[in-house]
């Protein structure tokens, strides 16, 4: 089945900085790949998605690449805000129609 | 937007009964729902997959006879834990996935505490 490894597990940057998440996967079948932010006790929430046709997407702060061939893919936000904390999930879709977690990145904004 | 509502939000049980979790897609088809666990501090890990009017397909190491999931219509999956102990304490999160390309509604989470 799939894996999907995500780095780094906690990150803290100073507010208005740029923030990265990095992912692998391992089934080459995999072609959906969306970003979660998550609050504690709450729901994840999608961010920001990609697909396996398209190498780049950006919505306003924040943008993700996907290298297919290398079979990753990374979150990007800019100009960092404190109500950007909050664990962010990747997460892989192969043909089977299921979505495999990454661990999670425990982001801090320090104001 | 697709809207999933899950109830209910928290519960708190004693040990050696059982729990029903309702997921409710209000607004869609949910032809695929999954059930999710997450522990404190790590990430969700998926529990079962279930297709309406099917049976559920479960992970390995999940125990089908302990998590009863139902999905007998379009719009409602359960997910009930039989015999709950505390070691099932967690919180549990549904995502139903409807028809066309792409896109997944998670549910609001339960916080199942068992004593």
């Known amino acids: 089945g799939e894996n999907v490894e995500q780095h780094p597990s906690t990150l803290s940057v100073q507010e208005g900085d740029s923030a990265v998440i990095k992912c692998t996967y391992s089934d080459s079948a995999s072609n959906y790949f969306p970003w979660y932010k998550q609050e504690l006790g709450k729901r994840p929430q999608l961010i920001i998605d990609?697909?396996?046709?398209?190498g780049e997407k950006k919505d306003q702060r924040i943008a993700v690449t996907l290298n297919k061939t290398a079979k990753h893919f990374s979150l990007h936000i800019t100009e960092t805000q404190p109500e950007d904390s909050a664990v962010y999930f990747c997460?892989?879709?192969?043909?089977?129609?299921?979505?495999?977690f990454g661990k999670g990145t425990k982001l801090s904004v320090i104001p | 937007g697709a809207v999933v509502s899950q109830h209910p939000s928290w519960v708190i049980c004693k040990s050696g009964t059982s729990v029903k979790i309702e997921c409710r897609s209000l607004d869609f088809q949910a032809t695929t729902m999954f059930w999710y666990r997450q522990f404190p501090k790590q990430s969700l890990m998926l529990m079962a997959t279930?297709?309406?009017?099917?049976?559920?397909?479960?992970e390995q190491g999940v125990e089908k006879d302990k998590f009863l999931i139902n999905h007998a219509s379009l719009t409602l999956s359960t997910l009930t834990v039989t015999s709950a102990h505390p070691e099932d304490s967690s919180f549990y999160i549904c995502?139903?996935?409807?028809?066309?390309?792409?896109?997944?509604?998670f549910g609001s989470g339960t916080r199942l505490t068992v004593v």
């Open positions: 279930s297709n309406e009017g099917s049976k559920a397909t479960y």
């Open positions: 990609i697909r396996s046709n398209v």
């Open positions: 995502s139903a996935r409807g028809q066309g390309p792409y896109g997944y509604t």
């Open positions: 997460a892989a879709e192969a043909g089977s129609y299921q979505l495999t």
